[in-house]
């Protein structure tokens, strides 16, 4: 039988299960591997443990030596609590994988991987360097909505070159990565304190992605991937998105689009292109986040419930692809 699907707790969600505001609560929270199998099971069967091998619902036996496993009362077959998730088949104790989420949440600017082997006090940067990668994998909702289709307002989409420069080439050569960007502009409610600023528009939510090239073919497929049908979408006037009004979208091309790419500058210090498209994720994680930077633990859990990670070998090797926005091409 198939496993219960996960609550995929997200920001504009009731509070299903509590989430630490502080780095005191988080300890009170999360003192141990027990309490962070006792919140997954929360979060896997809100409504009680049901047995994914015979569908029966009940208490099920806890092992004390084995805190991410349950075995059910009837069959006697046991559950991984971690299965179907960005750590299954880790050897890493639970308590380090939340401690590695909240991290991951609650820092606004990011970290290194050597930086997190330090705060997670793990002993190889390796270790470091794939939980990080596990949990971007699990920042990206299966099956994400699109962007857009409310009503008065827009979606602004941009792409630009994202890397640094590289020495001793040649003249004109580079390896700069292009990426493409489209970003909902609402506007906040006459009165606020804020509404006077930037004419009270602001930004919503984001959607970032590893373009092949500024084809129509790239730039409009990303487009139909990450922006709802019928949306009003404000580029400038390169030839690449004159389809889109073919493509059912209200198209406004200008000279000059609103600058998109003052947040990006500075997210490709080193990173190969091979896995900009993760250090994407996490900036479009965060800033979506931006106004729930707790909250959005709670949310990285939830989404990281049902997701696939890449394991070591594979990151290395080429053979992961990380996720992006539905229908987006890379």
Same mark, same amino acid.
């Given at each position: 039988?198939? %496993?219960?699907? $996960?609550i995929?707790?997200?920001?504009?969600? $009731? %509070? *299903?299960?509590?989430?630490?505001?502080?780095?005191?609560?988080?300890?009170?929270?999360?003192?141990?591997?027990? *309490?962070?199998?006792? /919140?997954?099971?929360?979060?896997?069967?809100?409504?009680?443990?049901?047995? $994914?091998?015979c569908?029966?619902?009940?208490?099920?036996?806890? @092992?004390?030596?084995?805190?991410?496993v349950?075995?059910?009362? +009837?069959?006697?077959?046991?559950?991984?609590?971690?299965? #179907?998730?960005?750590?299954?088949?880790?050897?890493? $104790?639970?308590? @380090?994988?939340?401690? *590695?989420? /909240?991290?991951? *949440?609650?820092?606004?600017?990011?970290?290194?991987?050597?930086?997190?082997?330090?705060?997670?006090?793990?002993?190889?940067?390796?270790t470091?360097?794939?939980?990080?990668?596990?949990?971007?994998?699990?920042?990206?909702?299966?099956?994400?909505?699109?962007?857009?289709?409310?009503?008065?307002?827009?979606?602004?989409?941009?792409?630009?070159?994202?890397?640094?420069?590289?020495?001793?080439?040649?003249?004109?050569?580079?390896?700069?990565?292009?990426? %493409?960007?489209?970003?909902?502009?609402?506007?906040?409610?006459?009165?606020?304190?804020? &509404? +006077?600023?930037?004419?009270?528009?602001?930004?919503?939510?984001?959607?970032?992605?590893?373009?092949?090239?500024?084809?129509? +073919?790239?730039?409009?497929?990303?487009?139909?991937?990450a922006?709802?049908?019928?949306?009003?979408?404000?580029? &400038?006037d390169?030839?690449?998105y004159?389809?889109?009004? +073919?493509?059912?979208?209200?198209?406004?091309?200008?000279?000059?689009?609103?600058?998109?790419?003052?947040?990006? @500058?500075? @997210?490709?210090?080193?990173?190969?292109?091979?896995?900009?498209?993760?250090?994407?994720?996490?900036?479009?994680?965060?800033?979506?986040?931006?106004?729930?930077?707790?909250?959005?633990?709670?949310?990285?859990? #939830?989404i %990281?419930?049902?997701?696939?990670?890449?394991?070591?070998?594979?990151? /290395?090797?080429?053979?992961?692809?990380?996720?992006?926005?539905?229908?987006?091409?890379?």
């Amino acid at each position: 039988m198939n %496993a219960p699907t $996960p609550i995929l707790m997200d920001v504009d969600q $009731p %509070a *299903a299960l509590p989430f630490p505001q502080s780095l005191p609560e988080f300890q009170r929270l999360f003192p141990d591997d027990a *309490a962070c199998a006792e /919140y997954l099971e929360k979060a896997r069967w809100g409504d009680g443990f049901v047995c $994914p091998h015979c569908g029966v619902t009940c208490e099920p036996f806890r @092992i004390a030596t084995r805190p991410g496993v349950l075995a059910c009362r +009837k069959c006697r077959r046991q559950t991984g609590l971690t299965v #179907g998730t960005v750590m299954e088949r880790s050897h890493t $104790p639970l308590s @380090i994988w939340f401690w *590695a989420a /909240y991290l991951v *949440a609650s820092q606004t600017p990011g970290m290194s991987a050597v930086q997190f082997q330090r705060q997670l006090g793990v002993s190889r940067y390796e270790t470091a360097f794939q939980i990080l990668h596990k949990l971007r994998a699990g920042m990206v909702r299966p099956n994400q909505d699109r962007i857009g289709g409310r009503t008065n307002e827009h979606v602004e989409v941009d792409e630009t070159w994202v890397g640094g420069r590289t020495r001793g080439e040649g003249r004109g050569v580079h390896h700069k990565v292009l990426v %493409a960007c489209a970003v909902e502009v609402r506007h906040r409610k006459p009165g606020t304190a804020q &509404d +006077k600023r930037r004419d009270g528009r602001y930004a919503g939510r984001v959607r970032l992605a590893v373009a092949a090239d500024r084809s129509a +073919k790239s730039l409009c497929g990303f487009v139909d991937g990450a922006v709802a049908s019928g949306t009003l979408v404000v580029t &400038d006037d390169w030839s690449g998105y004159a389809s889109l009004r +073919k493509r059912g979208y209200d198209h406004h091309a200008i000279a000059e689009c609103g600058d998109l790419k003052t947040g990006l @500058i500075g @997210i490709h210090h080193g990173v190969s292109a091979q896995h900009l498209q993760a250090y994407l994720n996490e900036f479009t994680f965060r800033f979506n986040r931006r106004f729930y930077p707790f909250n959005a633990f709670r949310s990285l859990l #939830g989404i %990281a419930g049902d997701a696939k990670a890449p394991t070591y070998a594979e990151l /290395y090797s080429g053979d992961w692809t990380h996720p992006t926005c539905s229908g987006c091409m890379g």
